[in-house]
């Protein structure tokens, strides 16, 4: 059972919602004739994660306290419903494909400050999963958002078979709790939307995150300088003989196209079977301050939510 996830590294119109929303239909597309099973766009794709000013990305820049509350406002209004025409579309072009579709975008949410989602649709056109970001940037733009509550992990219904399916977004794999959690849930693959550079040290972070959990990580980011750098890991760190193995599939350079990362998931689901990672040898038990909520010198810091 070869998996293929396409992952769409692409270069945004900005916040041009238009013109992004026919740029992932034609990407779709083009991954659906490549035979991918799941096609998966960057971060907050329906806007092209365009910030509402460039003082967000200084770092004196305090979110409570916004210099230009108008362009923020402006900024949530940018941010589209889960039942919008604009997802219902990629529901329809799933459908259509036989592909499950990651579609990523500012959602519009009850309390008026919009949450940073992932949508998961299958090859029938069902929104299986919507995911919203649980460690949302609260020192940046992401002050501004919803976090998500919960990880969730769905079985996703392909054309190969069905594949347990779990999501993370950009800094939620910062974290290890984030993976370990999805693992927990019986996750197989891990789909990744994300909006930052991925230098060696969120390389080796993204690769330990697979190699621990005995779980595939698919990491989708943007085209262009300081982007770039897609990158899939199948989880498998040795070979049935014991011997070391390269578990990256692909890793992209920065240029915009589709990378392509293909699963065994039968050599997948055999080593997780058999390995001493994951969940059999684990000491809960002795975990107790990794659930406390208080935050000890030197990590105290003023914007945490």
Known sequence: MNLKIALLQLEPNKND????????DAYCRKAAKLGADIALLPEMWNIGYTPYHHEVWDYSYDPRKPKY?????????????????????????????NMAIGITYLETYNNGNPRNTLSIIDRNGNIVM????????????????????EFKVIELDTAKGNVKIGDMICYDREFPESARVLMLKGAEIILVPNACGLEINRMSQIRTRAYENMVGIAVCNYAGEDF????????????????SRDMKL??????????????????????????TWGNAFRKPETYRDIVSTEVKAPFIRELRR
């Not at 362009?71 to 219902?88: A, M």
């Not at 919507?130 to 509550?149: I, P, R």
């Not at 770039?228 to 011997?243: E, L, V, W």
């Open 130 to 149: 919507t995911y919203a970001k649980v460690h949302t940037c609260d020192f940046s733009l992401e002050y501004h958002c919803t976090s998500g509550d």
């Open 250 to 275: 692909v890793e992209a350079d920065e240029s915009e196209g589709i990378f392509m990362a293909e699963y065994d998931l039968d050599n997948l689901r055999d080593y997780r079977n058999r390995e």
């Open 228 to 243: 770039g750098h897609s990158i899939a890991f199948d989880g498998m760190g040795f070979d049935n003989k014991g011997n």
């Open 69 to 97: 509350p108008e362009l923020l406002e402006k900024w949530k209004h940018q941010s589209i419903s889960t039942d919008s025409d604009n997802i219902k579309h990629f529901q329809y072009l799933a459908k259509e494909l």
């Open 17 to 24: 919602q238009l013109a992004n929303h026919i740029k992932a």
